[in-house]
């Protein structure tokens, strides 16, 4: 994946990251619910009556939003640098990754250091490390 920094637009980004947090914020103080990404998908996996509506908007949402967005502006191009193999294995491995976590890095990054957790603070610190070892043998050691 490569990064465009010269297209960084930091208002945008802030309203990005402002937006997300109010989601995030209404949808705890008004539905006593936790923005995991993980554990709305894994609700609707494993659904019970009357909590089915709110995790499909939830999901609808996630997926509509990029393609709403798409009709009045640009996409950024996307470029991955890596085969279907790598990047099976990289989905396999977030989704035992998050199993094993307890949530995944929305639940726990955005609203578990938000509720002032620790657990959290011990996932999110744990993502990251994984995530910059990872990115260091991958690109340093391995030339991938």
């Not at 209404?26 to 709305?40: E, K, T, V």
């Not at 909590?51 to 393609?67: C, N, T």
């Not at 976590?101 to 744990?126: D, E, I």
Request: glycine share 18%; aromatic share 8%; charged share 5%.
């Amino acid at each position: 994946m490569t990064i465009a920094w010269n297209a960084f637009t930091p208002w945008p980004a802030l309203l990005g990251g402002a937006m997300i947090g109010l989601a995030a914020a209404l949808l705890i103080l008004l539905n006593g619910r936790i923005a995991g990404i993980s554990g709305i998908l894994g609700g609707l996996l494993r659904p019970l009556r009357g909590d089915i509506g709110w995790r499909a908007a939830f999901i609808a949402g996630l997926v509509g939003a990029p393609v709403v967005y798409g009709l009045f502006a640009a996409l950024p191009p996307v470029s991955i640098a890596a085969g279907d193999g790598a990047l099976l294995l990289a989905g396999l491995l977030v989704g035992v990754g998050t199993r094993y976590g307890a949530g995944c890095t929305s639940g726990h990054g955005v609203c578990g250091l938000s509720r002032l957790s620790w657990r959290s603070l011990a996932a999110t610190a744990t993502f990251m490390a994984a995530g910059f070892a990872t990115v260091f043998v991958g690109r340093h050691l391995l030339s991938l």
